[in-house]
C-alpha cells in the first residue's frame, strides 16, 4: 500500500514534468483539482521556484491582519483548540486563513522538520494560488470546496514534501470567508484527515450562525435523528419571518442560494409549506415538512424567542447600523446586510451600478461599520488620474523622486489607506497597463514609493466601484480577470431609479431629509407621477437636484409640476402616464387607447371594434395623442 502510494508521488511527478514541457497530460496521471491549479498557475506566471513567497515572509503585518479579521477568529480559534489537540500528536498542524489567502493564526510544531511548515504558514504568509501555486487552502479557497494536496501535486518545488488538507469556510451569507488547513511533512501516507478539518470547520460555520441569534432557529435533515448532530442544517429568522442567515448545509439542503437569486427577501413561508405555528412544538422531536423544493426534511425548533436564546461564549458583536445615515429600502436592505456582514470578514466589495445609484455612499457605510473604521476613508478615482500621475499618486514618491516633487517626498494613496479603507472608484477605467502593478499591492500588500528602494507594508479594506461592465471588459481585454478576482469577493449591484420597487419610499426618505424643521415638503401627486416615470440618467443625485430645485421654488412647501426642472417636465408629453391615482381624464384615455392598440398589434379595426367607436375616430385619436 504505501509502496503504491509512493508510486503514485512518481507518477505526478512525470506529469508534471509533461506539463512543464507543454505536453498534455494524460488525465489519469494526476487529479482534475491538481491539474486545473497547475493551469492557473501557468497563467499566474507563477514561478516553481517560489521566490514570491520568500519576498511576502518579509513583511510583518500581523497584528493589522488579526484585527481586521477579529470577527473569524472570534469563532474560528475555539475549534482550532480543539482540532488541534487532537491531530497534532499524528504530526498535523494547523492554520486558519482570510479569504484572500493570508494566514491569520497558525498552531505550528517546533521540531526542525517543521521549519518550512513555519515559514509558510505563519501569520502574514499569503498562500493564495497565484503567489505561493497548487496548495490544498489555496485552491479551497479558489474553488470553494474542501481541497487535499500532497507532495508532488505542489506547484512550488519547495513545497513538494508537504501534505496538507484544507476546507473553505462561509459566512450565514453563504459568503466565504477563509478556510481551515492542516499540513504535515509528506510521508507517502494516505491522508486521512479531511472529515476532522471538515467537522472542525462546521463548527466554526455553526458559531457564527448562531450568533445571529435569530427570534426563530431551525436545524434541519433529511433523517430526524440527524437533526441534532453537527451535520444539521441551521436557519435563523427574524421576526417577521425573514431569513437572517443560514449555515452551508441548510442552504444547500434549502437550495436558499436559488431563492436568493430571484428574491431580495427570503422568508420562512418561501421555504416550507406549512405555517410557522405549526412547527412551534418540534422542540422535543423533529417535524417533516414539505419544502419549496419538493424535498422533504426533518424540522426542529432549537430555539424561540422569548427565553431560549442561550448565554453566548463570545461576547455580542457589533451589528452594522447601516439605515441611520442613508435610505435602504425593503428590497435592497438583505443584499446590504450581507455585504455589510462579508466586509466585516475582511471580504472586498465590489460595487456596481449606473452613475449616481449610490455607490460611494454604500462603500463610506461599509468603511463605517466595517474592521477598519477606526482609521481613514481614502478615495481614489481611477478615472480621473491623468495617466502619468497614477504611480505618483497611488504609490507615493521620495524626496527629489522627480522635478516638482514635494521635499522630503509623499505618501501615496495606498499608504493614506494603511490601517483603513481603500475605495477604488470607477475601477473600470484604471489603465490597462497599470492593472497589474495594482493587482500585485493588492497580493503582496506593499508599496515602493517612486525613487526609493525601500518597501513599505500596508493593509487595508478594500471596496471598488464602477458604472461599467467589468464581464465585457474582461472579454474585450481591457479589464485583467485576476484583478476581477482580487477585488470581486461580494458584487453588489445597485438598482438603477427606474428599477427600484420602492421609489415612492425612496423620494419619502430624501423630502424627510430636506427639511430641517418638523415638516417636510409636500409632493403632488402629478409632480410624484412625473417623477416616477422619468427616465433618469443621474439616478438619486438627479433625483435630490430635482426635489431642492422643488423645495426651492415651491410655495407653501408643496412642490408641483411647475417646481421641477424643465427636462424633467419636458419629457412628460411623451411618457407613459400613470393613470391610477392622480391622473388625468385625459391621459387616461390616451392610455387606454394605446393598451388596445398594443394589445390588437396596431389593428385599428379590431381596436376600434373594442373600443366601441369608428374607425375614423380611432384614427382621429391616435392623431391627437400622438400614437
Ligand atoms: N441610499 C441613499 N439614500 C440617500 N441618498 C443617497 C443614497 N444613495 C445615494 N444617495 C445620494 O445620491 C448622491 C449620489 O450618490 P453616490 O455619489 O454615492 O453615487 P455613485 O454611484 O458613487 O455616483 P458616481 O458613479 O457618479 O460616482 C449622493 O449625493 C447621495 O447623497
Not at 218 to 246: C, K, N, W
Not at 299 to 314: A, D, H, I, N
Not at 474 to 497: C, T
Amino acid at each position: 500500500m504505501h509502496k503504491k502510494i509512493v508510486d503514485l508521488n512518481t507518477q505526478v511527478q512525470q506529469a508534471r514534468e509533461l506539463f512543464d514541457e507543454g505536453h498534455v497530460v494524460p488525465s489519469q496521471w494526476v487529479r482534475d483539482e491538481v491539474l486545473r491549479s497547475w493551469l492557473r498557475c501557468r497563467k499566474h506566471g507563477v514561478s516553481p521556484s517560489g521566490q514570491l513567497l520568500l519576498e511576502a515572509a518579509q513583511f510583518d503585518q500581523i497584528s493589522y491582519i488579526r484585527n481586521q479579521h477579529q470577527r473569524l477568529m472570534t469563532f474560528a480559534e475555539p475549534e482550532m483548540h480543539r482540532l488541534f489537540r487532537a491531530i497534532s500528536s499524528a504530526g498535523w498542524v494547523l492554520a486558519c486563513l482570510e479569504r484572500e489567502g493570508r494566514s491569520i493564526k497558525y498552531f505550528g510544531n517546533d521540531s526542525p522538520c517543521y521549519e518550512l511548515l513555519g515559514a509558510a504558514l505563519n501569520p502574514g504568509m499569503d498562500l493564495s494560488e497565484d503567489i505561493a501555486g497548487t496548495n490544498a487552502p489555496g485552491c479551497a479557497l479558489i474553488e470553494g470546496r474542501p481541497s487535499l494536496v500532497c507532495g508532488s501535486e505542489h506547484f512550488l518545488h519547495s513545497f513538494r514534501d508537504l501534505s496538507c488538507v484544507a476546507v473553505p469556510i462561509f459566512d450565514p451569507a453563504g459568503t466565504l470567508v477563509g478556510a481551515l488547513n492542516a499540513s504535515k511533512p509528506y510521508d507517502g501516507r494516505p491522508v486521512g484527515i479531511l472529515e476532522a478539518v471538515a467537522l472542525a470547520t462546521r463548527s466554526v460555520e455553526n458559531r457564527m450562525v448562531d450568533d445571529l441569534r435569530g427570534a426563530l432557529v431551525l436545524a434541519l435533515h433529511y433523517r430526524p435523528e440527524l437533526t441534532q448532530s453537527p451535520m444539521r442544517g441551521l436557519i435563523h429568522f427574524g421576526e417577521d419571518g425573514e431569513v437572517l442567515g443560514a449555515n452551508p448545509s441548510a442552504r444547500q439542503m434549502l437550495d436558499l442560494e436559488s431563492l436568493e437569486k430571484t428574491q431580495s427577501q427570503v422568508c420562512f413561508k418561501d421555504l416550507f409549506s406549512c405555517r410557522a405555528a405549526e412547527i412551534e412544538g418540534s422542540q422535543q422531536s423533529p417535524v417533516e415538512v414539505e419544502c419549496h423544493n419538493g424535498a422533504r426534511l426533518f424540522l426542529k425548533v432549537e430555539s424561540l424567542r422569548k427565553g431560549l436564546v442561550s448565554v453566548k461564549s463570545t461576547p455580542p458583536q457589533r451589528r452594522p447600523d447601516i439605515s441611520q445615515s442613508f435610505y435602504v429600502g425593503e428590497p435592497t436592505k438583505p443584499l446590504f446586510d450581507k455585504a455589510h456582514r462579508a466586509f466585516q470578514f475582511g471580504v472586498p466589495v465590489l460595487v456596481t451600478g449606473e452613475t449616481g445609484t449610490g455607490k460611494e455612499v454604500l462603500a463610506r457605510s461599509l468603511h463605517a461599520n466595517g474592521p477598519s473604521s477606526k482609521g481613514a476613508f481614502v478615495a481614489v478615482n481611477c478615472s480621473a488620474i491623468p495617466a502619468g500621475l497614477i504611480e505618483s499618486e497611488l504609490f507615493g514618491y521620495a524626496d527629489g523622486a522627480f522635478t516638482g516633487a514635494r521635499r522630503g517626498g509623499a505618501k501615496g494613496k495606498f499608504e493614506e489607506a494603511n490601517g483603513g479603507t481603500l475605495f477604488l472608484d470607477e475601477i473600470g477605467d484604471m489603465p490597462v497597463e497599470f492593472q497589474a502593478r495594482l493587482l500585485r499591492v493588492l497580493q503582496e500588500r506593499i508599496v515602493t514609493r517612486l525613487g526609493e528602494e525601500k518597501s513599505r507594508p500596508v493593509s487595508f479594506s478594500l471596496v471598488c466601484a464602477t458604472h461599467r461592465n467589468l464581464d465585457e471588459l474582461m472579454e474585450s481585454g481591457d479589464f485583467r480577470s485576476d484583478l476581477y478576482y482580487r477585488i470581486n469577493g461580494l458584487r453588489v449591484q445597485l438598482p438603477a431609479l427606474r428599477e427600484r420597487e420602492d421609489l415612492d419610499a425612496l423620494i419619502d426618505h430624501l423630502l424627510a431629509s430636506m427639511s430641517q424643521e418638523d415638516s417636510p415638503p409636500i409632493l403632488t401627486a402629478e409632480a410624484r407621477n412625473l417623477l416616477r416615470h422619468h427616465s433618469w440618467r443621474g439616478n438619486i443625485r438627479e433625483l435630490q437636484q430635482a426635489l431642492n430645485l422643488g423645495q426651492a421654488l415651491s410655495t407653501q412647501g408643496i412642490i408641483d409640476v411647475e417646481h421641477l426642472p424643465e427636462d424633467i417636465k419636458a419629457k412628460n408629453d411623451t411618457a407613459d402616464v400613470d393613470v391610477g391615482e392622480g391622473g388625468t381624464l385625459a391621459a387616461a384615455e390616451r392610455q387606454a387607447v394605446r393598451c388596445v392598440l398594443e394589445k390588437h398589434n396596431h389593428n385599428v379595426s379590431a381596436a376600434a371594434r373594442e373600443l366601441g367607436i369608428t374607425r375614423a375616430t380611432l384614427y382621429r385619436k391616435i392623431k391627437h395623442f400622438g400614437l
